[in-house]
Each structure stands twice: as structure tokens, then as C-alpha cells.
């Protein structure tokens, strides 16, 4: 039997989506990975930890993404400069607990002070249509709706602004259409979407196919399309 592909509705004030960010400077994708959008189920699910059976079973799987705008001219990303472990009592030992360090307890520099630039989407839509197995379908589903630990889009700080499980489909093509009208209910318009594999457009290699999350994460690459 075919796998069934969920409709995920991906609407928020910030988003975030990193495939290659480093501590100093996080930025964002144009649309939402894959490895972001099976942590979202995951939290979900409340599936914690490595989670390597777990995340085989949706190794092999597709997500079609349609990004969504209220007109042609996108918002401009947001860059938010952050200063880490700046500012704490080093005599308070509980205070030089939030002090950034190497992996043998000393300070990175002189102050233990480390400098941040995270990049947001503004005001950004998205209709996902996710392959999820067969048998995990309506636990995915009930978890999306009541969800076991908080979800976010991408990162802690972006919250979602509207309902993200948007039913179970028969396939991707059925998925996205009920995201379309989804869309011209909010008058919204398509800017491009995201497909795997080749296809005429501008292709991409994303190390986001989760292989291991927890302390220790782990990914493989996918090729990816982005249709305009």
C-alpha cells in the first residue's frame, strides 16, 4: 500500500530554516528543510534522543515544499545580532555556567564572550506535503494536533500562527491542492516550490536528511529543485 502524505501548513512571524549554519553566524534557507520539518514531527511525538529507527523510516521518504507570499515582493530577512555570555558575575558559580567555553572548561576568549548574527524569514508561508509511513500516519497526525513537547519553525524563538496538520492525502498532488485552497482563502500567491531529485530549475545539495538527532546529530545529503 502507498504511503500517505500529511499537509503541513507552515505560517509564522519568523522562521528559520539552517542547513550549514555555524554558531557565529545561523542563517536561514528560503524554505523550510527536511530535517527541520522531522524534527517538528518528532517534538510532535515526543520522540527524544538519537532516534535512528525512527528516522530511516523517513530516510527514503519525499516532502514537496509550495512557499506562499502576500505578493510578488518577498519580505526581507531579518538579521538579529546576539552577544552570548556576556556580562556574567565569574565569581557566581552559577552565573559562569552561561559563559560559552572549549571542551576543556576554558573560555573561548579573554571575556568568554562570543558574537551571534541569526537570520530569519519575515511574515513566510509554506505548504508541505510530507511522505510519512504507512503505519505511523494517524500517530503523526493526532501528535501534530496535540502535540507532545512545543514546536516551533525552525527554531525556539518562531512560533507557528496557525494550525500546521492540515489533513492525511492519498498523494503529494492531492496534498498540495488542498494548500492551495488554503492559500486563496488567505489571498495569498506562490512564489516557487522546492521538489527532490532533478528537475528544470535551480538544483541543490542539502545536507538535511536526518540520520541521528540528539547530543551527537547526524545527516546525509539530497538533491533538491527549486521551481520558480
Not at 73 to 84: G, H, I, N, S, W
Not at 138 to 146: G, K, S, T
Not at 174 to 201: M, S
Request: proline residues 5%.
Amino acid at each position: 500500500m502507498a504511503n500517505p502524505f500529511l499537509l503541513l501548513w507552515l505560517e509564522g512571524s519568523l522562521q528559520s530554516w539552517g542547513s550549514d549554519s555555524r554558531f557565529g553566524r545561523r542563517g536561514t534557507l528560503d524554505f523550510p528543510t527536511k530535517s527541520g520539518v522531522l524534527g517538528l514531527v518528532l517534538s510532535a511525538l515526543g520522540a527524544s534522543g538519537e532516534q535512528r529507527e525512527l528516522l530511516a523510516d523517513f530516510a527514503p521518504l519525499t516532502q514537496t515544499v509550495v512557499s506562499y507570499r502576500r505578493s510578488d515582493r518577498p519580505e526581507p530577512a531579518l538579521r538579529d545580532f546576539q552577544m552570548v555570555g556576556s556580562g556574567y558575575d565569574d565569581g557566581d558559580p552559577w552565573a559562569t555556567l552561561l559563559v560559552p567555553k572549549r571542551s576543556d572548561g576554558t573560555k573561548p576568549n579573554g571575556a568568554g564572550t562570543k558574537m551571534t548574527y541569526r537570520f530569519y524569514l519575515q511574515d513566510a508561508r509554506f505548504a508541505v506535503a510530507l511522505e510519512v509511513p504507512e503505519a505511523r500516519a494517524d500517530d503523526i497526525a493526532e501528535a501534530l494536533q496535540y502535540p507532545v513537547y512545543d514546536v516551533f519553525l525552525g527554531r525556539k524563538c518562531c512560533a507557528p500562527t496557525d494550525l500546521i496538520y492540515r489533513g492525511t492525502h492519498a498523494d503529494a498532488d492531492e496534498a498540495l491542492a488542498t494548500g492551495q485552497v488554503l492559500a486563496d482563502e488567505k489571498g495569498l500567491v506562490a512564489a516557487f516550490r522546492v521538489v527532490g531529485g532533478e528537475a528544470d530549475g535551480e538544483a541543490l545539495t542539502l545536507n538535511d536528511v536526518p540520520i541521528q538527532f540528539g547530543e551527537h546529530k547526524l545527516y546525509r545529503d539530497r538533491r533538491v529543485t527549486v521551481v520558480t
